[in-house]
């Protein structure tokens, strides 16, 4: 079964997918609300069921030479990760011509809301959905999940242990409670050795497409572009900065992580393309073999969790943590969302 509903359904139509006895390609994001990330978690663990996360780099040739590069300790500890996406469409994720003509008998608007607060019908909410919370948190919901998976996936940590966010709605002023514009920072490295780690900036805009989609690895030795599908000593430590040190320069040499035409389109568009298909190959081959697939439940779990951080910094504006105990957000250190 696939389940591509609106970004907050669906967790619980997961639920209720694997409680039917079905397997499960579940889009991203998994769950925006950590209840709802816990309450698929437990089901697909209860039920066995093979439950596929739309998160498709994991099924791109490029991202896994990439995972596996940085696995066999060629790349060196990353100490810096820069992410962006950005476009330039007034019309992303608006449709007012259809919010114009439908009504409110054409929906089943109270089943739509499922188990967010009642509201009275409104046809923006119901179609422009990624515009406004809770139904979603727009560009973190939509693309930071696709990215921040990524740095989970390839460096074996669970969450950050921090985010920050700021931004706003700074041009599209049509009405959006969701940021056009969005900066946020992550920390990212063992949770037991706060002296270890590094940051992940991420970076959207909906205002401008410059430098459209990116994801940069940084370690002291050069860049690992998943972009340009290559790593470079570029960045690297040079000759006359390390004798100056008594150290030696550190340099990676130009490396192709695909032959010419492989890997994703990492351009900011909809539609299939080679990593998608990869991704449903290999929940099929999964389903068959009953084993876990390359974007698990638990990777799907991760990347909520990084999610509902930011979610919780954007709208406390506060320094955000995780408390692994509890499984629970925590803004400022206390609570989120606060009763």
């Known amino acids: 079964m696939f389940v591509a509903t609106c970004d907050f359904q669906h967790a619980q139509h997961g639920v209720a997918a694997v409680r039917a006895g079905k397997d499960a390609y579940i889009e991203k994001p998994l769950a925006n609300t950590m209840s709802d990330a816990k309450d698929i978690r437990r089901a697909v663990a209860e039920t066995g069921r093979v439950v596929q996360i739309g998160t498709q780099r994991r099924s791109a040739e490029n991202y896994q030479r990439a995972k596996e590069f940085i696995g066999a300790g060629k790349f060196g500890d990353i100490v810096a990760v820069e992410m962006s996406w950005n476009v330039n469409q007034p019309g992303r994720w608006r449709r007012p011509a259809l919010v114009e003509k439908l009504r409110e008998e ?28 809770p139904y979603s948190s727009g560009i973190a919901d939509q693309w930071m999940v696709h990215q921040i998976d990524t740095v989970h996936w390839f460096t074996g940590l669970p969450h950050p242990r921090s985010v920050v966010a700021n931004g706003g709605v700074y041009l599209w002023h049509d009405g959006r409670k969701n940021w056009d514009t969005m900066t946020a920072v992550f920390d990212y490295g063992p949770l037991d050795d706060t002296a270890k780690g590094f940051q992940v900036i991420y970076a959207s805009r909906q205002t401008n497409s410059a430098g459209e989609v990116k ?118 250190g206390k609570p989120w969302p606060r009763t």
């Open 106 to 133: 054409e929906t089943d608007w109270k089943r739509w809301l499922a188990n967010r607060p009642f509201e009275p019908f409104n046809p923006r909410k119901y179609v422009e959905f990624r515009l406004f919370w």
């Open 215 to 332: 994801e940069l690895y940084r370690s002291n030795g050069g860049t690992l572009d998943l972009d340009k599908n290559v790593i470079s000593a570029d960045g690297g430590l040079e000759e006359q900065y390390a004798k100056a040190m008594g150290m030696k320069a550190n340099r990676l040499g130009n490396i192709p992580l695909v032959s010419k035409g492989g890997g994703m389109e990492t351009g900011a568009h909809a539609g299939v393309d080679e990593a998608t298909s990869a991704n449903v190959r290999n929940w099929m081959e999964s389903i068959r073999s009953r084993k876990t697939p390359n974007a698990s439940i638990e990777a799907g779990y991760s990347h909520s969790v990084a999610l509902c951080m930011t979610i919780a910094a954007i709208q406390s504006g506060e320094r955000v943590t995780f408390d692994d105990g509890k499984q629970q957000v925590l803004a400022g």
